[in-house]
Nanobody, 122 residues
Framework: QVQLVESGGGLVQAGGSLRLSCAASGRTFSSYAMGWFRQAPGKEREVVAGISWSGGTTYYADSVKGRFTISRDNAKNTVYLQMNSLKPEDTGVYYC???????????????WGQGTQVTVSS
């Protein structure tokens, strides 16, 4: 079992940056691959980025490549999402998720945080 708590969301102007954090409870954080997802109003939840348990493998949705960076600090049980050059279409609720496998789709993930709102104004 792992519990996840996101933070760092907020309101930012287009072109700005935000850094999301996801703090995990439990002693086995380093054995989980982690992911960030987002959900805009009226849309399906979609993957944004993923990172393997060691941090050696990462995945990004095409829409965020070159702008977002996922990282993790296993000593702090925390995963991060650095978001630069934000666009209005990045607006949504951002969720942190954990999986004992590896995946880039929602169904691969077993544990979810409560989400943090990111709003990008034009």
């Amino acid at each position: 079992q792992v519990q996840l708590v996101e933070s760092g969301g907020g309101l930012v102007q287009a072109g700005g940056s935000l850094r999301l954090s996801c703090a995990a409870s439990g002693r086995t954080f380093s054995s989980y691959a982690m992911g960030w997802f987002r959900q805009a109003p009226g849309k399906e939840r979609e993957v944004v980025a993923g990172i393997s348990w060691s941090g050696g493998t990462t995945y990004y949705a095409d829409s965020v490549k070159g702008r977002f960076t996922i990282s993790r600090d296993n000593a702090k049980n925390t995963v991060y999402l650095q978001m630069n050059s934000l666009k209005p279409e990045d607006t949504g609720v951002y969720y942190c998720a954990a999986t004992g496998r590896w995946g880039t789709v929602r169904g691969s993930y077993d544990y979810w945080g409560q989400g943090t709102q990111v709003t990008v104004s034009s």
